[in-house]
């Protein structure tokens, strides 16, 4: 297992207590420090101290993918799980993906049902939505049908044979390292219908964070280009549109920027309007729930407006 941490001091403790209540007990983690500057790197030691499976590696800020990448360098077992500093997972979580890629050779990577918390560790009852049909290349170019590295295990041979992660991306990073695996053609990508890992959303940073997020997104296009030209060429529209609008549901649960949600539902009903034929629930109901926000805010922006000049009054006369 590999915990890239940058800063993650508040969570860091129950993150790491998470793992060591797995109910299956023979794990190595590793904890990878990514230039941290608050007590990221004493938390992890302390807990190493009393847990020799546990060790921590030090490096310069570089990034979540170096990170990624050099904790699987320094690993040795044959399964491979990542989890964020922020992150939780259920006590059966590794002992369920482990029964999971005994009895399946064929199996790469395995991902499990995601339960979103609220910042403060709260659960909130709202689970990821779940694929149920066979996963293609197409599934990773729109939005992560896995919703978090924290929710993967994968064999060590897969990451070998279709290398790391792009070491200068860190937003949809997940995404072309899927594609690359699904794109390979030699394993498959299934879930587990059952919630094993509890992701933890963050209202810090809204817009610059989705923003940037698109950038991710474009770079994934850029990268598949080379390994999947004809399926960029087919899909790209729609797969724009799909993310374009993720990013739109995202700021509604993370309470971002009202017009930045408009934006991105607007521009992807641009690339794809039959999105609201294909898919009409989600995007009629997002389309909704973004246009209201927006037209609450400039209401009472108005309100405020009127509020402050009936209380100037009016213009005195000399």
């Not at 992150?87 to 395995?110: N, T």
Request: proline share 5%; hydrophobic share 40%; charged share 25%.
């Amino acid at each position: 297992m590999v915990i890239p941490v940058h800063n993650g001091a508040t969570l860091l403790r129950d993150t790491l207590q998470s793992v060591q209540q797995q109910s299956l007990s023979d794990w190595e983690l590793i904890v990878l420090d990514d230039g941290s500057s608050d007590d990221s790197a004493a938390i992890a030691t302390a807990m190493a101290s009393e847990d020799p499976r546990i060790r921590l590696l030090r490096q310069a800020n570089a990034g979540v993918s170096i990170a990624r990448n050099r904790g699987v360098a320094a690993s040795r077992a044959p399964l491979i799980a990542f989890l964020d500093a922020d992150d939780l997972w259920h006590p059966d979580k590794l002992r369920c993906h482990v029964e999971r890629h005994q009895s399946d050779a064929g199996l790469g990577v395995s991902f499990a049902r995601v339960e979103f918390l609220s910042p403060e560790g709260q659960p909130t009852g709202k689970i990821a939505s779940h694929p149920s049909a066979p996963l293609t290349p197409a599934d990773f170019l729109c939005e992560n049908p896995t919703t978090t590295t924290s929710n993967w295990v994968l064999r060590r041979e897969v990451f070998e044979a279709v290398g790391g992660f792009v070491e200068d991306m860190s937003y949809s990073e997940d995404l072309e390292w899927l594609l690359r695996v699904a794109c390979n053609g030699r394993w498959r990508i299934e879930p587990i219908d059952r919630v094993l890992t509890y992701y933890r959303t963050s209202a810090g940073g809204l817009s610059a964070s989705l923003e940037r997020m698109e950038q991710g997104w474009l770079r994934l296009i850029t990268e598949a280009r080379s390994y999947a030209p004809l399926a960029v060429v087919r899909h790209f529209q729609a797969a724009q549109a799909i993310h374009l609008r993720y990013l739109a549901r995202r700021s509604l649960r993370l309470q971002g920027d009202p017009a930045l949600g408009a934006d991105f539902i607007v521009r992807a009903l641009r690339s794809d309007w039959t999105l609201l034929i294909r898919q009409p629930r989600r995007t009629v109901l997002t389309a909704v729930a973004v246009f209201a926000r927006l037209i609450l805010q400039t209401l009472r922006r108005l309100l405020r407006l009127g509020s402050r000049s009936s209380r100037a009054g009016p213009e005195s006369r000399p």
